[in-house]
């Protein structure tokens, strides 16, 4: 078929929105990688602009002047810790949950699903006093678990729905064999599972990454400061030291590794987090 | 299975009962003594906590500034779905209608976003909107529009309206990606019938596309709308802090100034119930509104 002259345009025409959004998307992102290159002086003559020398001084100053390094070393064991335990709270339950018959397994689950809807900016009064009892206030361990609480039920919604479609004649078979439930759950449905776990794994660890509004309530020290607390931090005193460069060079720093899951994992992530805001 | 009735509980037991109990200590029972605290008076302290039966739920009422901060989350609420689904909507059927070439490099690129930390998000909008160095007034100034160029996180009146750009920016390539997915579950032949009618693309798209993904769209918008009740304050701690003078305060950030900031626990308590009572009533409503029979061709 000719495509008439009218659709030519239209292809055209409906190219320059998308194109625009493209800009607005990428532009600033371009920009904080720029900036965190430029002196501070050279941001305030062409804030927008490329740099004239590429130099890494901001990257020190973080380091050295505000312990970016520790915050990082902060961050990541908050993610391994509450990625590590998320798995092993949600793993065990959602193979009860979608394979075992027993009584009120369906109200555990919808009790799971139905507070993603809750919100938890309630609970963070009295989990405040509660850590302080528990000596887990100010604590990245404390933290780590209450992040990985608070992401069980996304987890266990996403892995009930892939443990769903693993056939139960396997887990027959091996019952036959001899196995016991406990060797079935982690040789046979862990490993067929993987690739849900894996999703469920990245996207905790983007979230937990990127947390910040838990971390500002829980954790008080400095020493204790997660990525997204320091850049916080560097953000409201680079009002008064106009330290820009530097807070470019920490927001780098805080996106670099996103980045770099979502260029290797950009179809999981997508699947997992339409999947995950489906559930309604 | 070969397997007593003893085995089985020991197992369900090892499975289901250590998750429960740390979700029973770290979710359920913190919500519920969050509704129990909203009846004292406390500062913190344990000792000095006073029961005060509903005094908190009556400055509620008579505090002025928690009208605004309802009406500053509606605010975002409102313009958020409108921009969000406008925007998503028409990039969806752009990507899916019109086969072009480069549809997944605009997918990856505009999803980016939805997976930033809201506080790098926060902090390069607020650079974006910087009075003096920001993108925002230096296109004004350069498009010969000085007179708009304004501080436009500083100004009472802007503050709130220009919180809803990075959200939108933020929101769109997650629900521009459901409803690309539902949009290319519509058989082909549907658009073919009603071609053949004489229908344009435009009442193709309202007669064919739209109520075949309303499903998708309803989910859309009730996501939109409980993501942004449960979480606007952290985009608004970032960025304004709630201020100038609580122009932006949204209930969430209210409600970490009053209880973590002035230590006013049990007010803060009752401002958390407030959020749960209003998001869940505005869910129900929604669900009500959205309501619409199943499209069958």
């Not at chain 2, 919500?31 to 739920?57: C, H, K, P, Q, T």
Request: net charge neutral; charged share 10%.
């Amino acid at each position: 078929m000719k495509k008439s002259v009218g659709q030519m345009l239209g292809k055209a025409g409906i190219r320059i929105p998308l194109i625009l959004w493209t800009l607005a998307v990428l532009y600033p992102i371009f920009w904080m990688f720029l900036g965190s290159f430029k002196s501070n002086a050279e941001i305030y003559r062409s804030p927008w602009g490329f740099p004239e020398v590429y130099n890494l001084q901001n990257y020190i100053d973080a380091w050295t002047n505000y312990n970016i390094g520790t915050s990082v070393m902060n961050s990541l064991i908050v993610t391994l810790a509450g990625t590590a335990l998320t798995l092993v709270l949600a793993i065990p339950t959602s193979y009860a949950i979608e394979r075992i018959n027993f009584r009120g397994s369906h109200f555990l689950f919808m009790l799971y699903v139905s507070s993603m809807m809750i919100p938890m900016v309630l609970g963070w009064i009295p989990l405040f006093f509660m850590l302080m009892e528990l000596n887990l206030l100010d604590n990245i361990f404390g933290l780590a678990i209450v992040y990985a609480v608070s992401q069980l039920p996304f987890t266990i919604f996403i892995l009930t729905s892939f443990i769903s479609t693993i056939p139960r004649s396997l887990e027959e078979a091996a019952a036959i064999d001899g196995m016991s439930p406990y060797g079935v759950l982690w040789k046979i449905i862990t490993p067929l599972s993987m690739s849900g776990i894996i999703t469920v794994t990245i996207m905790n660890a983007i979230q937990f990454w990127n947390e910040y509004f838990m971390a500002l309530i829980f954790l008080q020290s400095s020493q204790n400061y997660t990525l997204a607390l320091a850049i916080d931090y560097i953000s409201n005193e680079a009002q008064y030291t106009n330290a820009w460069g530097t807070l470019f060079a920490g927001l780098v720093i805080a996106t670099v590794p996103v980045i770099i899951l979502y260029a290797i994992f950009q179809r999981r992530i997508a699947q997992g987090m339409t999947e995950g805001a489906i559930k309604g | 299975m070969v397997q007593s009735k003893k085995q089985k509980y020991m197992f369900l037991t090892f499975c289901l009962v250590p998750t429960f109990v740390l979700f029973a200590i770290f979710t359920l029972y913190p919500l519920l003594s969050g509704l129990y605290y909203s009846f004292f008076d406390w500062s913190g302290a344990s000792d000095n906590r006073e029961f005060i039966g509903l005094d908190n739920y009556i400055r509620l009422m008579n505090d002025a500034i928690i009208p605004n901060t309802i009406m500053h989350d509606y605010f975002l609420v409102v313009t958020k779905v409108i921009g969000i689904m406008i925007l998503a909507l028409f990039f969806a059927v752009a990507l899916t209608q019109l086969k072009l070439r480069e549809a997944p490099l605009y997918r990856i690129v505009f999803f980016f976003p939805n997976i930033m930390s809201v506080v790098v998000i926060g902090i390069l909008w607020t650079f974006i909107y910087n009075p003096n160095l920001g993108l925002v007034n230096s296109a004004l100034d350069f498009l010969g529009f000085e007179h708009l160029a304004r501080p436009w996180l500083g100004d009472e009146k802007w503050a709130l309206p220009s919180l809803v750009f990075p959200s939108v920016w933020a929101g769109i390539g997650l629900f521009m990606l459901m409803l690309m997915g539902a949009i290319s579950n519509i058989p082909k032949s549907y658009y073919e019938a009603v071609e053949i009618d004489g229908a344009t693309k435009w009442q193709q798209f309202w007669r064919v596309t739209v109520p075949l993904i309303w499903p998708q769209i309803k989910i859309s918008i009730l996501y939109i709308v409980i993501t942004t009740l449960n979480g606007s304050f952290v985009i608004v701690q970032v960025m304004t802090g709630g201020g100038p003078n609580n122009s932006t305060h949204v209930m969430g950030s209210y409600l970490y100034q009053q209880a973590f900031v002035q230590f006013n626990f049990g007010y803060g308590a009752a401002i958390g119930v407030m959020i749960l009572v209003l998001s869940l009533i505005t869910v129900i409503i929604l669900q009500f509104l959205l309501r619409r029979d199943k499209v069958e061709y």
